[in-house]
């Protein structure tokens, strides 16, 4: 093959540079760069005008804080944790919100502030916020799981067609077809009694992992559908073929050029899975396959709340709540980042 | 460096057949689209090919063979007396190096969330051209050389105009310094104001820069301001190969003598016939037995129908492939 590194290439100056607006100081040594607004920053000047998609974001930031920094602090004032007994705040009934029981020590006197979450002694208020952790915990990274495996399949599928599309198609048709619930059900009940034990060197709670693992199985092949659609329809743009011609590899079209036009989808159907995932987590444990029992978790307490719904009602709220919210702020957020992250929408 | 007198690129009997395929597990095939058909075609080192037809005739399949975006159904294809049509991937990318493509529409082929020193960067990069520090360097010249300013690096495509985008796809192009650019069409999107700038661009990098053009469009009055030598393409045969001028005053196929006529003339005082075609283009899926043209052909005759004319010389480096040549000289 003949070389042509060598040849001079860059001869002369700026033949017909008739139509550059900006005229007038054209050195090549020392350019200052015209800086451009970019993607990201049009889009976070959309979103930072819609107030809805706002306050889900810092509902998001302030329930996490809560949850990861609150737990800790609330426990050392307290002087108890979530998993605490107290044998005389046990009685016939969870104790009322708001009541001063005398601590286990027997000194006077702790403040329950939402009361127990049942004759045990356990503190609702501390199981909330623990409760919290570990939903937050089991839906981001179900997601995270979950959605890079969709993400991964949806782009290979797309992009190469052929075979491989046809057997991930397959799969993600299979996948579908199986009834959910019942499937993580049995999951649970199977393998995840043994994956329970796993905590990751007791940085989650007990059944955190399990649970990662049976939601994002089943969450994977939304992402892997959407993603594969958008590949579809990007891998015929001329340039996708423009870096084909100057020599890319396929492992580098797909990151360089295709993925960022993937970010805001996946972006956008991350933020509302996480909320389906955390009502997925709450049902999961409220029917005893989730969080094992004796973990505080929101669909743990709801389960145990259960007993006492004629008498002390509130019991199911205050978790209620927690749902309700988390996934509130999610869904907010989610919608008001498709908007932003449309580039039709005006700025 | 090679023989300047043998072609820098030379195609025999390049075939392009897409599939048409139906069903849904199994997918067999039920149909061909008969893009590109036995073409040959020689391109000289530094001189400047027109390709010219109507839309739907194989130009664009074709330079996209040439440059193995689409792997050939048969034929074979040397670049520099090497036989690239049956590479690999891996085996072209040194290839990528020599030819190049500028793309039709200059606001599809620039990347919308790449900035322009990362897309015109790009070719470098993935070749290992330059230390990092040189890539922006020459990023710079390249966009002085195509006359952009070099401080427009950092901005996004979205940012230019369609000229200034399309002289950013030259500049990517040019940034491996090939030595065949294949131009696929590359002023059909702009404006006429913004076409003659272009154009004029790529003769002056051809001239400093002793490069080899092929040249498609639709355009007749483009290619010929352009072009050493021109081939008309018809349903994915070449029917005429001349010398530009030639081409111009004395057409001897049929189509290239309609083709001809409609190109408009800047004088209202000039009269002219005026050569409409009937039909539109028969469907490359069922070609038309024979002569490909003659459904549409005023001059076809029995023998049109049934055989195939073969593409011949009637004058100097004049071809033709026409039972009924028109303007002969004897």
Redesign the interface.
């Given at each position: 093959?003949?070389t042509?590194?060598e040849?001079p290439?860059?001869?002369?100056?700026?033949?017909?540079?008739?139509?550059?607006g900006?005229?007038g100081g054209?050195?090549?040594g020392e350019?200052?760069?015209?800086?451009?607004r970019?993607?990201w920053e049009q889009a976070w000047r959309r979103f930072r005008r819609d107030r809805v998609a706002l306050v889900g974001g810092v509902a998001i930031i302030v329930m996490i804080l809560v949850a990861f920094v609150g737990t800790p602090i609330a426990n050392h004032l307290l002087g108890r944790t979530a998993y605490s007994l107290n044998t005389n705040a046990q009685g016939f009934e969870p104790a009322l919100p708001w009541s001063h029981t005398p601590t286990a020590a027997g000194t006077c006197c702790t403040l329950y502030v939402l009361g127990t979450s049942d004759t045990a002694g356990h503190d609702e208020l501390l199981g909330m916020m623990a409760g919290a952790q570990i939903s937050f915990e089991v839906a981001i990274l179900a997601t995270i799981v979950g959605v890079a495996m969709g993400v991964l399949l949806g782009m290979i599928a797309g992009y190469y067609g052929g075979v491989v599309d046809?057997l991930v198609s397959r799969a993600t048709e299979l996948v579908m077809a199986l009834p959910l619930l019942l499937f993580a059900i049995a999951f649970s009940f199977t393998v995840g009694q043994r994956l329970n034990t796993y905590t990751i060197f007791g940085l989650f709670a007990p059944g955190v992992v399990t649970l990662v693992i049976v939601i994002s199985v089943f969450s994977w092949f939304y992402p892997a559908r959407i993603i594969r659609a958008q590949v579809l329809s990007l891998r015929e743009?001329?340039?996708v073929?423009?870096?084909?011609?100057?020599?890319?590899?396929n492992g580098?079209i797909l990151r360089s050029?295709l993925l960022?036009?993937l970010t805001g989808t996946i972006i956008v159907y991350s933020t509302l899975l996480v909320a389906t995932n955390i009502l997925f987590e709450a049902g999961l444990s409220y029917l005893g396959v989730g969080i094992p029992q004796g973990e505080p978790s929101w669909g743990n307490l709801i389960n145990s709340a259960v007993n006492y719904y004629t008498t002390i009602p509130w019991l199911m709220v205050w978790p209620g709540l927690g749902i309700l919210f988390a996934t509130l702020a999610f869904n907010l957020l989610g919608d008001g980042l498709r908007d932003a992250l449309d580039p039709r929408g005006t700025l | 460096m090679s023989d300047p007198a043998a072609p820098l690129m030379r195609a025999r009997g390049v075939r392009k057949y897409f599939p048409i395929k139906r069903g849904v597990v199994f997918q067999r095939e039920v149909a061909r689209v008969h893009a590109v058909d036995d073409v040959d075609l020689d391109l000289m080192p530094g001189e400047t090919v027109g390709l010219v037809g109507e839309s739907g005739c194989g130009k664009s399949t074709f330079g996209r063979c040439l440059i193995r975006l689409h792997d050939l159904t048969d034929g074979t294809i040397e670049f520099d007396g090497q036989d690239i049509s049956t590479l690999d991937r891996k085996q072209m990318r040194p290839l990528r190096r020599e030819i190049q493509m500028v793309f039709q529409d200059p606001y599809a082929s620039l990347n919308p969330r790449k900035r322009v020193g990362t897309i015109i960067g790009d070719p470098l990069r993935i070749h290992g051209v330059g230390a990092r520090g040189d890539v922006n360097k020459r990023v710079q010249e390249l966009l002085e050389l195509v006359g952009l300013s070099p401080e427009h690096y950092n901005r996004y495509p979205h940012e230019f105009s369609g000229g200034q985008r399309q002289r950013i796809g030259v500049a990517r192009a040019l940034a491996l310094s090939p030595r065949l650019i294949i131009a696929d069409e590359p002023v059909s999107a702009l404006d006429v104001s913004i076409q003659a700038q272009v154009v004029n661009l790529l003769s002056d990098l051809q001239d400093d820069l002793g490069l080899t053009y092929l040249f498609i469009a639709h355009d007749l009055s483009v290619v010929r301001h352009v072009s050493d030598r021109i081939a008309v393409m018809y349903l994915g045969k070449i029917v005429e190969l001349a010398p530009a001028e030639e081409l111009y005053d004395r057409p001897i196929h049929p189509y290239s003598e309609a083709l001809l006529s409609a190109v408009p003339v800047p004088d209202p005082d000039v009269e002219r016939e005026r050569i409409v075609l009937q039909g539109d283009v028969p469907s490359p899926i069922t070609p038309p037995s024979g002569c490909r043209f003659h459904p549409r052909c005023r001059y076809a005759t029995d023998i049109c129908t049934t055989t195939e004319p073969p593409l011949v010389k009637h004058a100097e480096q004049h071809l033709a492939a026409c039972h009924h040549p028109l303007n002969l000289r004897s």
């Open positions: 093959m003949a042509s590194s040849r290439i860059l001869s002369g100056a700026a033949p017909g540079a008739a139509d550059v900006v005229g054209i050195s090549a350019p200052t760069a015209v800086k451009a970019g993607f046809m743009k001329e340039f073929e423009a870096a084909r011609m100057v020599g890319a590899s580098r050029h960022p036009h | -």
